[in-house]
Protein backbone atom coordinates (compact mmCIF):
# COMPACT_ATOMS: atom_id res chain seq x y z
CA UNK A 1 0.00 0.00 0.00
CA UNK A 2 1.63 3.31 -0.77
CA UNK A 3 0.30 6.37 0.73
CA UNK A 4 0.71 10.01 -0.33
CA UNK A 5 1.20 12.84 2.98
CA UNK A 6 0.30 16.24 1.96
CA UNK A 7 1.07 19.09 4.27
CA UNK A 8 2.65 22.30 4.38
CA UNK A 9 3.85 21.57 7.98
CA UNK A 10 7.02 19.15 7.85
CA UNK A 11 5.69 18.58 11.52
CA UNK A 12 2.64 17.02 10.67
CA UNK A 13 4.10 14.99 7.76
CA UNK A 14 6.66 13.36 10.57
CA UNK A 15 4.21 12.96 13.06
CA UNK A 16 1.51 11.06 10.20
CA UNK A 17 4.98 8.68 8.73
CA UNK A 18 5.63 7.81 12.26
CA UNK A 19 1.86 6.50 13.35
CA UNK A 20 2.03 5.19 10.08
CA UNK A 21 5.24 3.48 10.42
CA UNK A 22 4.35 1.94 13.80
CA UNK A 23 1.14 0.18 11.86
CA UNK A 24 3.01 -1.24 9.09
CA UNK A 25 2.08 0.98 6.26
CA UNK A 26 5.78 2.25 5.59
CA UNK A 27 5.65 2.87 1.95
CA UNK A 28 5.00 6.71 2.21
CA UNK A 29 5.58 9.56 -0.01
CA UNK A 30 4.97 12.97 1.04
CA UNK A 31 4.50 15.98 -1.04
CA UNK A 32 4.61 20.33 0.79
CA UNK A 33 2.06 21.45 -1.47
CA UNK A 34 -0.59 21.04 -4.07
CA UNK A 35 1.11 21.29 -7.32
CA UNK A 36 3.86 19.20 -5.77
CA UNK A 37 1.27 16.56 -5.23
CA UNK A 38 0.09 17.03 -9.00
CA UNK A 39 3.71 16.05 -10.03
CA UNK A 40 3.27 12.72 -7.99
CA UNK A 41 0.08 11.99 -9.75
CA UNK A 42 1.57 13.41 -13.07
CA UNK A 43 -0.87 15.87 -13.59
CA UNK A 44 0.38 19.13 -15.81
CA UNK A 45 -1.62 21.96 -14.67
CA UNK A 46 0.12 24.22 -17.91
CA UNK A 47 -1.13 21.12 -20.24
CA UNK A 48 -4.22 20.24 -19.85
CA UNK A 49 -4.90 18.03 -22.84
CA UNK A 50 -1.99 15.35 -21.31
CA UNK A 51 -4.18 13.04 -19.14
CA UNK A 52 -2.54 10.90 -16.16
CA UNK A 53 -2.71 7.12 -16.49
CA UNK A 54 -3.60 5.34 -13.58
CA UNK A 55 -1.11 5.81 -10.18
CA UNK A 56 0.74 3.59 -8.05
CA UNK A 57 -0.92 5.41 -4.77
CA UNK A 58 -3.42 3.53 -2.98
CA UNK A 59 -4.46 6.95 -0.59
CA UNK A 60 -4.06 10.25 0.14
CA UNK A 61 -3.62 12.01 2.84
CA UNK A 62 -4.53 15.72 2.27
CA UNK A 63 -4.25 18.86 4.50
CA UNK A 64 -7.62 21.21 3.65
CA UNK A 65 -5.83 24.40 4.91
CA UNK A 66 -2.69 25.14 2.18
CA UNK A 67 -1.33 28.53 0.77
CA UNK A 68 -1.38 28.91 -3.17
CA UNK A 69 -4.31 25.87 -3.67
CA UNK A 70 -6.12 24.26 -0.74
CA UNK A 71 -7.17 20.71 -0.39
CA UNK A 72 -10.76 21.05 -1.17
CA UNK A 73 -9.58 22.83 -4.91
CA UNK A 74 -6.81 19.91 -5.24
CA UNK A 75 -9.34 17.45 -4.23
CA UNK A 76 -11.89 19.04 -7.32
CA UNK A 77 -9.12 18.80 -9.38
CA UNK A 78 -8.06 15.21 -9.17
CA UNK A 79 -11.78 14.47 -9.54
CA UNK A 80 -11.29 15.77 -12.96
CA UNK A 81 -9.11 12.93 -14.43
CA UNK A 82 -10.43 9.26 -14.91
CA UNK A 83 -7.63 7.72 -14.02
CA UNK A 84 -7.50 9.48 -10.38
CA UNK A 85 -11.00 9.46 -9.41
CA UNK A 86 -10.79 6.43 -7.63
CA UNK A 87 -8.27 7.25 -5.27
CA UNK A 88 -9.35 7.69 -1.65
CA UNK A 89 -8.89 11.22 -0.54
CA UNK A 90 -8.72 11.75 3.34
CA UNK A 91 -8.30 15.22 4.32
CA UNK A 92 -6.80 16.43 7.36
CA UNK A 93 -8.10 19.57 9.19
CA UNK A 94 -7.83 21.52 11.99
CA UNK A 95 -11.20 23.31 10.81
CA UNK A 96 -14.27 22.30 12.66
CA UNK A 97 -16.58 24.00 10.45
CA UNK A 98 -19.24 21.55 9.02
CA UNK A 99 -19.91 23.48 5.85
CA UNK A 100 -16.11 23.30 4.99
CA UNK A 101 -16.41 19.28 5.70
CA UNK A 102 -19.38 19.16 3.86
CA UNK A 103 -17.61 20.83 0.81
CA UNK A 104 -14.51 18.51 1.10
CA UNK A 105 -16.81 15.28 1.09
CA UNK A 106 -18.36 17.05 -1.76
CA UNK A 107 -15.29 17.37 -3.80
CA UNK A 108 -14.90 13.95 -3.50
CA UNK A 109 -13.11 13.01 -0.59
CA UNK A 110 -13.89 10.09 1.14
CA UNK A 111 -13.70 10.77 5.34
CA UNK A 112 -11.59 13.30 7.74
CA UNK A 113 -9.63 13.56 10.57
CA UNK A 114 -9.40 16.35 12.78
CA UNK A 115 -5.87 17.71 14.20
CA UNK A 116 -4.58 17.34 16.45
CA UNK A 117 -4.17 14.20 15.23
CA UNK A 118 -5.87 10.90 16.73
CA UNK A 119 -3.67 7.78 15.78
CA UNK A 120 -6.51 5.24 16.98
CA UNK A 121 -9.11 7.55 14.86
CA UNK A 122 -6.52 7.85 12.02
CA UNK A 123 -5.77 4.25 11.45
CA UNK A 124 -9.71 3.35 11.65
CA UNK A 125 -10.16 6.17 8.73
CA UNK A 126 -7.37 4.84 6.91
CA UNK A 127 -8.42 1.28 6.79
CA UNK A 128 -11.51 1.90 6.16
CA UNK A 129 -10.44 3.72 2.94
CA UNK A 130 -8.22 0.99 2.29
CA UNK A 131 -10.72 -1.57 2.11
CA UNK A 132 -13.17 0.19 0.16
CA UNK A 133 -10.29 0.82 -2.45
CA UNK A 134 -9.63 -2.86 -2.54
CA UNK A 135 -13.56 -3.75 -2.91
CA UNK A 136 -13.36 -0.83 -6.09
CA UNK A 137 -10.57 -2.64 -7.71
CA UNK A 138 -11.37 -5.43 -7.65
CA UNK A 139 -14.97 -5.17 -8.96
CA UNK A 140 -13.13 -2.55 -12.04
CA UNK A 141 -10.71 -5.41 -12.16
CA UNK A 142 -14.12 -7.90 -13.07
CA UNK A 143 -15.57 -5.47 -15.04
CA UNK A 144 -12.66 -5.59 -17.23
CA UNK A 145 -12.75 -8.99 -17.66
CA UNK A 146 -16.39 -8.75 -18.74
CA UNK A 147 -16.04 -6.47 -20.77
CA UNK A 148 -13.14 -8.49 -22.93
CA UNK A 149 -14.89 -11.94 -22.31
CA UNK A 150 -18.02 -10.23 -23.71
CA UNK A 151 -15.94 -8.15 -27.01
CA UNK A 152 -14.43 -11.98 -27.66
CA UNK A 153 -17.92 -13.40 -27.40
CA UNK A 154 -19.51 -10.40 -29.90
CA UNK A 155 -16.75 -11.43 -32.41
CA UNK A 156 -17.83 -15.03 -31.89
CA UNK A 157 -21.27 -14.15 -32.35
CA UNK A 158 -20.78 -12.01 -35.41
CA UNK A 159 -18.58 -15.01 -37.00
CA UNK A 160 -22.09 -17.41 -37.22
CA UNK A 161 -23.48 -14.99 -39.76
CA UNK A 162 -23.78 -14.99 -42.99
CA UNK A 163 -21.84 -14.05 -45.84
CA UNK A 164 -23.03 -12.49 -48.74
CA UNK A 165 -24.44 -13.93 -51.81
CA UNK A 166 -24.17 -12.78 -55.39
CA UNK A 167 -25.12 -15.89 -57.53
CA UNK A 168 -26.51 -14.73 -61.17
CA UNK A 169 -30.31 -15.35 -59.58
CA UNK A 170 -29.95 -14.50 -56.70
CA UNK A 171 -28.22 -11.87 -54.16
CA UNK A 172 -28.03 -11.39 -50.48
CA UNK A 173 -26.96 -9.12 -48.22
CA UNK A 174 -27.74 -7.64 -44.26
CA UNK A 175 -26.52 -4.50 -42.67
CA UNK A 176 -26.67 -5.20 -39.03
CA UNK A 177 -26.38 -3.05 -35.49
CA UNK A 178 -26.95 -4.75 -31.77
CA UNK A 179 -27.79 -2.00 -29.56
CA UNK A 180 -25.81 -3.40 -26.83
CA UNK A 181 -22.37 -5.61 -27.58
CA UNK A 182 -24.58 -8.56 -27.43
CA UNK A 183 -27.52 -9.13 -29.59
CA UNK A 184 -30.82 -10.83 -29.70
CA UNK A 185 -31.17 -10.78 -33.61
CA UNK A 186 -30.07 -13.42 -36.26
CA UNK A 187 -30.00 -14.14 -39.27
CA UNK A 188 -28.62 -16.56 -41.90
CA UNK A 189 -28.87 -18.49 -45.30
CA UNK A 190 -28.07 -21.38 -46.96
CA UNK A 191 -28.08 -22.62 -50.39
CA UNK A 192 -30.31 -25.94 -50.97
CA UNK A 193 -29.33 -26.70 -54.33
CA UNK A 194 -31.28 -26.46 -57.80
CA UNK A 195 -31.47 -22.72 -57.37
CA UNK A 196 -33.11 -22.81 -53.80
CA UNK A 197 -32.07 -20.52 -50.80
CA UNK A 198 -33.21 -20.92 -47.35
CA UNK A 199 -33.14 -18.14 -45.04
CA UNK A 200 -33.78 -16.91 -41.52
CA UNK A 201 -34.01 -13.90 -39.55
CA UNK A 202 -35.12 -14.37 -35.98
CA UNK A 203 -35.40 -11.70 -33.26
CA UNK A 204 -35.38 -13.04 -29.68
CA UNK A 205 -37.57 -11.52 -26.48
CA UNK A 206 -35.18 -9.22 -24.65
CA UNK A 207 -31.10 -8.31 -24.81
CA UNK A 208 -27.87 -8.91 -23.55
CA UNK A 209 -26.66 -12.12 -21.97
CA UNK A 210 -28.90 -14.72 -22.19
CA UNK A 211 -30.84 -13.44 -25.15
CA UNK A 212 -27.63 -14.19 -26.66
CA UNK A 213 -27.10 -16.83 -25.45
CA UNK A 214 -30.57 -18.29 -26.62
CA UNK A 215 -29.78 -16.94 -30.06
CA UNK A 216 -26.04 -19.00 -30.17
CA UNK A 217 -28.12 -22.31 -29.47
CA UNK A 218 -30.79 -21.57 -32.46
CA UNK A 219 -27.68 -20.94 -34.82
CA UNK A 220 -25.94 -24.25 -33.40
CA UNK A 221 -29.16 -26.57 -34.60
CA UNK A 222 -30.49 -23.90 -37.55
CA UNK A 223 -27.91 -25.62 -40.49
CA UNK A 224 -28.97 -28.95 -39.65
CA UNK A 225 -32.41 -28.50 -39.54
CA UNK A 226 -32.98 -26.13 -42.40
CA UNK A 227 -30.77 -29.16 -44.23
CA UNK A 228 -32.66 -31.90 -43.08
CA UNK A 229 -36.82 -30.46 -43.36
CA UNK A 230 -36.42 -27.59 -45.73
CA UNK A 231 -39.92 -26.99 -45.97
CA UNK A 232 -40.66 -23.49 -44.45
CA UNK A 233 -43.61 -25.29 -41.63
CA UNK A 234 -41.51 -28.60 -40.56
CA UNK A 235 -38.24 -25.98 -40.32
CA UNK A 236 -40.01 -23.72 -37.92
CA UNK A 237 -41.93 -26.55 -35.60
CA UNK A 238 -38.50 -28.19 -34.95
CA UNK A 239 -36.99 -25.24 -33.84
CA UNK A 240 -39.98 -24.78 -31.64
CA UNK A 241 -39.24 -28.09 -30.74
CA UNK A 242 -35.68 -27.63 -29.72
CA UNK A 243 -35.87 -24.30 -28.46
CA UNK A 244 -39.03 -26.04 -25.52
CA UNK A 245 -36.15 -28.60 -25.06
CA UNK A 246 -33.80 -26.21 -23.13
CA UNK A 247 -35.58 -26.67 -19.63
CA UNK A 248 -35.13 -23.90 -17.51
CA UNK A 249 -36.32 -24.08 -13.98
CA UNK A 250 -37.47 -21.09 -12.30
CA UNK A 251 -37.18 -18.81 -15.03
CA UNK A 252 -39.21 -15.69 -14.19
CA UNK A 253 -38.93 -15.03 -17.80
CA UNK A 254 -40.05 -17.07 -21.04
CA UNK A 255 -38.24 -16.66 -23.84
CA UNK A 256 -39.59 -17.20 -27.33
CA UNK A 257 -38.50 -15.41 -30.78
CA UNK A 258 -40.20 -14.33 -33.79
CA UNK A 259 -39.29 -15.08 -36.56
CA UNK A 260 -39.52 -15.31 -40.66
CA UNK A 261 -38.20 -18.22 -42.66
CA UNK A 262 -38.44 -18.56 -46.27
CA UNK A 263 -37.16 -20.82 -49.35
CA UNK A 264 -36.78 -18.97 -52.47
CA UNK A 265 -37.03 -21.13 -55.52
CA UNK A 266 -35.20 -18.88 -58.85
CA UNK A 267 -35.86 -21.70 -60.88
CA UNK A 268 -39.54 -22.09 -60.79
CA UNK A 269 -40.20 -18.46 -59.12
CA UNK A 270 -41.63 -18.96 -56.19
CA UNK A 271 -41.23 -18.10 -52.47
CA UNK A 272 -42.39 -20.67 -49.79
CA UNK A 273 -42.47 -18.85 -46.61
CA UNK A 274 -43.40 -19.39 -42.77
CA UNK A 275 -43.94 -15.69 -40.64
CA UNK A 276 -43.78 -16.97 -36.96
CA UNK A 277 -45.16 -13.80 -34.83
CA UNK A 278 -42.37 -11.28 -37.00
CA UNK A 279 -42.55 -8.33 -38.57
CA UNK A 280 -43.85 -8.27 -42.33
CA UNK A 281 -41.33 -8.90 -44.87
CA UNK A 282 -41.56 -6.72 -47.31
CA UNK A 283 -41.72 -8.32 -51.43
CA UNK A 284 -41.30 -5.20 -54.30
CA UNK A 285 -41.98 -6.52 -57.24
CA UNK A 286 -42.70 -4.30 -61.21
CA UNK A 287 -44.41 -1.49 -61.22
CA UNK A 288 -44.07 -0.69 -57.49
CA UNK A 289 -46.09 -3.28 -56.14
CA UNK A 290 -45.34 -4.34 -52.96
CA UNK A 291 -46.79 -7.62 -51.16
CA UNK A 292 -46.41 -8.29 -47.33
CA UNK A 293 -45.11 -11.59 -46.07
CA UNK A 294 -47.95 -11.74 -43.30
CA UNK A 295 -47.92 -13.34 -39.93
CA UNK A 296 -48.90 -17.51 -40.33
CA UNK A 297 -48.11 -18.61 -36.29
CA UNK A 298 -47.35 -17.91 -33.21
CA UNK A 299 -43.91 -17.05 -32.25
CA UNK A 300 -41.03 -19.78 -31.56
CA UNK A 301 -41.16 -21.50 -27.93
CA UNK A 302 -44.51 -19.79 -26.72
CA UNK A 303 -46.05 -23.19 -27.00
CA UNK A 304 -45.12 -26.81 -26.66
CA UNK A 305 -46.38 -27.23 -29.87
CA UNK A 306 -47.54 -24.64 -32.97
CA UNK A 307 -49.68 -25.44 -35.74
CA UNK A 308 -48.27 -23.46 -39.23
CA UNK A 309 -48.90 -23.70 -43.42
CA UNK A 310 -46.50 -22.66 -45.56
CA UNK A 311 -47.77 -19.66 -47.73
CA UNK A 312 -46.33 -19.43 -51.71
CA UNK A 313 -46.23 -16.81 -53.80
CA UNK A 314 -44.91 -16.42 -57.47
CA UNK A 315 -43.23 -13.79 -59.29
CA UNK A 316 -42.01 -12.93 -62.82
CA UNK A 317 -38.70 -11.21 -63.58
CA UNK A 318 -36.57 -9.05 -61.40
CA UNK A 319 -37.73 -8.01 -57.71
CA UNK A 320 -36.34 -7.97 -53.88
CA UNK A 321 -37.40 -8.63 -50.74
CA UNK A 322 -36.64 -6.99 -47.68
CA UNK A 323 -36.42 -8.71 -44.26
CA UNK A 324 -36.05 -6.57 -41.23
CA UNK A 325 -36.62 -6.43 -37.27
CA UNK A 326 -38.34 -4.06 -35.41
CA UNK A 327 -35.76 -1.79 -34.25
CA UNK A 328 -35.46 -0.90 -38.14
CA UNK A 329 -39.27 0.28 -37.74
CA UNK A 330 -38.76 2.36 -34.85
CA UNK A 331 -36.86 4.55 -36.67
CA UNK A 332 -40.14 6.09 -37.42
CA UNK A 333 -42.68 7.26 -35.00
CA UNK A 334 -46.60 6.34 -35.55
CA UNK A 335 -48.09 3.31 -34.93
CA UNK A 336 -47.16 -0.07 -36.42
CA UNK A 337 -48.96 0.24 -39.51
CA UNK A 338 -47.75 3.74 -40.23
CA UNK A 339 -44.07 2.33 -39.62
CA UNK A 340 -44.36 -0.32 -42.60
CA UNK A 341 -45.98 2.23 -44.61
CA UNK A 342 -42.91 3.68 -44.39
CA UNK A 343 -40.48 1.34 -45.36
CA UNK A 344 -42.80 0.44 -48.09
CA UNK A 345 -42.00 3.88 -49.69
CA UNK A 346 -38.31 4.10 -48.51
CA UNK A 347 -37.32 0.85 -49.48
CA UNK A 348 -38.92 0.34 -53.06
CA UNK A 349 -37.26 1.44 -56.29
CA UNK A 350 -34.22 0.20 -57.41
CA UNK A 351 -33.89 -3.82 -56.78
CA UNK A 352 -30.35 -3.70 -55.57
CA UNK A 353 -29.44 -2.77 -52.47
CA UNK A 354 -27.60 0.42 -51.68
CA UNK A 355 -25.81 0.09 -48.31
CA UNK A 356 -24.46 3.26 -47.83
CA UNK A 357 -28.07 4.55 -48.22
CA UNK A 358 -29.56 1.96 -45.87
CA UNK A 359 -27.18 2.84 -43.59
CA UNK A 360 -27.68 6.97 -43.51
CA UNK A 361 -31.26 5.88 -43.42
CA UNK A 362 -31.86 3.61 -40.27
CA UNK A 363 -28.18 2.59 -38.65
CA UNK A 364 -26.43 5.85 -38.30
CA UNK A 365 -26.72 7.56 -35.05
CA UNK A 366 -29.04 10.37 -34.66
CA UNK A 367 -32.49 8.36 -35.18
CA UNK A 368 -35.29 9.12 -32.45
CA UNK A 369 -36.16 6.17 -30.48
CA UNK A 370 -38.71 5.15 -27.63
CA UNK A 371 -35.80 2.55 -26.81
CA UNK A 372 -32.73 0.93 -28.22
CA UNK A 373 -33.59 -2.47 -29.82
CA UNK A 374 -30.75 -4.27 -31.97
CA UNK A 375 -31.62 -3.30 -36.00
CA UNK A 376 -31.49 -5.46 -38.98
CA UNK A 377 -32.18 -5.75 -42.51
CA UNK A 378 -31.86 -8.16 -44.93
CA UNK A 379 -32.02 -7.38 -48.75
CA UNK A 380 -32.67 -10.17 -51.22
CA UNK A 381 -32.45 -9.64 -55.06
CA UNK A 382 -33.92 -11.45 -57.49
CA UNK A 383 -32.35 -11.20 -60.74
CA UNK A 384 -32.93 -12.71 -64.50
CA UNK A 385 -29.85 -14.33 -64.67
CA UNK A 386 -29.33 -17.98 -65.44
CA UNK A 387 -29.93 -20.84 -63.10
CA UNK A 388 -27.24 -22.76 -61.98
CA UNK A 389 -27.48 -26.10 -61.59
Known amino acids: MKILI ?3 NPTNIIIIREI ?3 ENYRNTIAASSAAEMFQQLGIQEDNAELMPGSSDIDLILLDMMMPE ?3 ITACRVIQQ ?3 LKDIPIIMVTAVGDS ?12 D ?6 NKV ?13 QEKDWHKERDQRIQEELKLAALVQNAVLSSAIDDPQFEIDALYKPSFELAGDLYSWYPLGEGRYGIILLDMMGHGISSSLFCMFIASVLKDTVSTYVEPEKV ?7 FNQLHIENQLVQYYFTAIYLVVDTKHKKIDYVNAGHPPALFFQKEGEVTRLETVCPPVGLFDKIETTTHTITYEGEGHIVLYTDGLMEVMEGTQEEQIEFLEQTLSGSHMLDKDMMQRLFFDEGHPQEREDDKCLVWITLKEGEVSE
Not at 122 to 132: G, S
Not at 236 to 242: A, D, F, M, P
Open 99 to 110: KKLAEALDAGAV
Open 81 to 83: YEG
Open 6 to 8: VDD
Open 69 to 71: MDG
Open 121 to 133: ELMARIRLALRLK
Open 236 to 242: VQELNRR
Open 20 to 22: LKK
Open 112 to 117: YVTKPI
